[in-house]
């Protein structure tokens, strides 16, 4: 079992839906955890941490829930711009050599 | 704003050859490391460095060396290429807080093939 598991996607979606994608991890000593988001063939950028009590930032929202060691991206009124992967990254550590990436999910907002 | 600099952006390799990709940031982080990105993956990461002088394997470290002999450089050691290094690197800084690393600023990338 990969350490960090999220929704294999893709996801398409019409412009304006709301779309929400997961992410667990088995580690339950995991102590930091984030949102990225990467375009094709670009580097990855940090989207949203995800902090214990939720945190919203416009249209997306992060959640997470330790006791069923998983983290959650909601975003609603969809864009174009919103077409991208999203990897999710968990740290286990203070140390950020211990960060371990999702394998991404894409998603793909049409007109 | 220069960030962090990756260099060359693309490198094709024989089989057997060695080569170095460069990585410098100017944000003063004492976090650096680099990632291997393959087709339809996540980040993996290759070697890490807390500070100058210190260094340490990630997941994947075996075919490469790293040194961190200056707080803005990281160069990572192909030592023998071979086509299963035949990748995206991404290198990657964070200052170190209270709380431990921060956000992760990735180099545009580093695709390289061996042939």
């Known amino acids: 079992r990969k350490e960090v598991e999220q929704d294999p996607g893709p996801f398409n979606v019409p412009e304006g839906a709301t779309v929400a994608f997961n992410c667990t991890y088995s580690n339950s000593a995991s102590q930091s955890f984030f949102w990225y988001r990467q375009d094709c063939r670009k580097e990855p950028k940090l989207l949203m941490s995800v902090y214990s009590s939720g945190n919203e930032d416009g249209r997306f929202t992060a959640q997470l829930n330790r006791a069923s060691q998983y983290i959650s991206l909601l975003i609603r009124d969809s864009k174009l711009s919103d077409s991208a992967t999203y990897l999710c990254?968990?740290?286990?550590?203070?140390?950020?050599?211990?960060?371990?990436f999702g394998d991404g999910t894409t998603l793909t907002v049409k007109p | 704003n220069a960030g962090v600099t990756q260099t060359p952006k693309f490198q094709v390799l024989k089989t057997g050859q060695s080569m170095t990709l460069q990585c410098a940031q100017d944000m003063n982080h004492e976090y650096m490391s680099w990632y291997r990105q393959d087709p339809g993956m996540g980040l993996r990461l290759i070697h890490y460095?807390?500070?100058?002088?210190?260094?340490d394997q990630g997941e994947v470290p075996n075919g490469y060396n790293v040194s961190r002999s200056t707080t803005e450089d990281f160069p990572l050691r192909l030592l023998s290429a071979a086509p299963s290094q035949t990748s995206v690197y991404f290198c990657a800084s964070s200052y170190v807080g209270p709380l431990g690393t921060g956000e992760l600023f990735f180099g545009e990338g580093s695709r390289l093939t061996v042939l």
């Open positions: 460095s807390v500070g100058a002088g210190i260094t």
């Open positions: 990254v968990v740290n286990r550590g203070t140390n950020a050599g211990k960060s371990t």
